[in-house]
């Protein structure tokens, strides 16, 4: 496989479940990101992981929790979500060490539907 | 807050038309970046421009970036179907020894065969 894959493609859950996004990069990169994707907002940036270590939490709820285990592999556990939790939430890689550098590679996306 | 407005929201077009949306800020970005995303598919960077009046060519895409770097443009020629898709522009801006990265809401465009 090659680019940034997320599992799985669709989900829904409700509000008391407990479920985890995963993605996997196979591009060497040493950066990656959760970004969230409403309709008729921006792309709004979650977290952000270099070698592993996290180096923004942009005031995300800790109904999500991320973790890196290696610098290829990003989940996105959630608990308790709400219904304006319900989005397109997208993986990212890049090459770089700064927070961004060039251009980022996104993976297909989970659509996540909170009931 | 850094804001980038996107005009128009959505675009539906004939096959063949010519098209251009609009990327405005009241703040100088370090660099500007368009993606494009398809339905069902996650952005993919389409180009990157630096420098203030810089214009970029990719086919029929013309990329424009203005001379105080706050604002950019993306004319497309002779629109295709397979133009179809969600234009993302995404601002960058020194912070903190790095950069930091906000997107605009997006232009749908619909190109109609």
């Known amino acids: 496989e090659t680019g940034v894959t997320q599992t799985p493609r669709h989900l829904v859950m409700g509000m008391t479940n407990k479920k985890s996004l995963k993605c996997e990069q196979h591009?060497?990169?040493?950066?990656m990101y959760w970004y969230k994707q409403s309709a008729k907002k921006p792309l709004e940036l979650m977290f952000v992981y270099n070698f592993k270590e996290q180096t923004e939490n942009n005031s995300v709820p800790s109904r999500f929790s991320p973790e890196c285990p290696n610098s290829s592999h990003l989940f996105l556990h959630l608990h308790t979500l709400q219904p304006e939790d319900s989005a397109l939430y997208l993986c990212?890689?890049?090459?770089?060490?700064?927070?961004?550098?060039?251009?980022?590679?996104f993976g297909e996306g989970s659509r996540l539907t909170v009931l | 807050t850094q804001l980038l407005e996107q005009s128009p929201q959505f675009l539906s077009i004939q096959e063949g038309e010519n098209l251009t949306v609009y990327c405005n800020s009241s703040s100088v970005f370090s660099s500007l970046q368009w993606y494009r995303q398809e339905p069902g598919e996650g952005p993919v960077l389409l180009v990157t421009?630096?420098?203030?009046?810089e214009v970029k060519k990719l086919k029929r895409l013309t990329f424009q970036f203005g001379d105080a770097r706050k604002d950019s443009s993306l004319h497309i020629t002779a629109a295709q179907p397979g133009d179809t898709g969600l234009y993302l522009c995404?601002?960058?801006?020194?912070?903190?020894?790095?950069?930091?990265?906000?997107f605009g809401k997006g232009t749908k465009l619909t190109v109609n065969p």
């Open positions: 990212a890689s890049s090459p770089g060490t700064g927070l961004y550098t060039g251009e980022l590679f």
């Open positions: 591009l060497g990169h040493n950066a």
């Open positions: 421009v630096v420098t203030g009046g």
């Open positions: 995404a601002g960058a801006w020194p912070q903190g020894g790095s950069e930091k990265l906000v």
